[in-house]
C-alpha cells in the first residue's frame, strides 16, 4: 500500500509586511466589507479581485430571505469580474470578514464552493490565483487555489 501526502503552504504576515499594491488590495477588501448585505448571518465578507490588466474589481456577499439564494463575496466578486473583463486572469483574491462590529481576528478561508470556483478562474485563464485572506492577527497568503483544494474535480 502507498500513502499520498498532502501539504498546503500558507505564509502568515502582518498588514505592515505587505507592500503598497498588496495593502491596497486588502484595503479594497475590507472596503467591500461595508457594502455587504448580510442581514441574516450579520457576517460582512468583502473580496477584490486584482486582475491581469491591474484593474480591481470588489464584490461582497449578498444574502437572501430564502437563504440559499444569496451568495458568497468570493464567487460575487469573481463572477463579476469575469462578466466585466472575460479575456483578463484573476491575479491575486483578497478576502476580509466583518461582525460584531469589528474585522475578523482569524482570516476567513472560502467555502467549498468558492474553492471550485476560484479553480474555474485559475484554469480557465492558465494563471494561478493567488490568495490573500485578512485577519487582524495576520494575513494569510496561498500561492495558487490549488492549495486550498488538493485532488480538485477538473476537467476531462
Ligand atoms: N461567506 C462569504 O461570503 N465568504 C466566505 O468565505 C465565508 C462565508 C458568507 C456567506 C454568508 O452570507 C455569511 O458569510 C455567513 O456564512
Redesign the pocket.
Known sequence: MKELKISAKIQVCDYNELNPAEKNLIDAAKEAVMR?Y?P??R???G?AALLANNEIVTG????NVAYPS?????R?TLFYANSRFPDTAVDTLA?A?YTNGDFTEEP????GS?RQVILEAQNRYNHPVRMMLYGKKGVYIIEKITDLLPLSFGSF
Do not use: D, K, R
Open positions: 455587504a448580510a441574516y448571518s457576517f460582512q465578507v473580496a461582497n456577499n449578498q444574502e444569496g451568495l458568497c463575496a468570493e460575487t478576502v470578514a476567513v478561508s472560502p467555502c468558492c
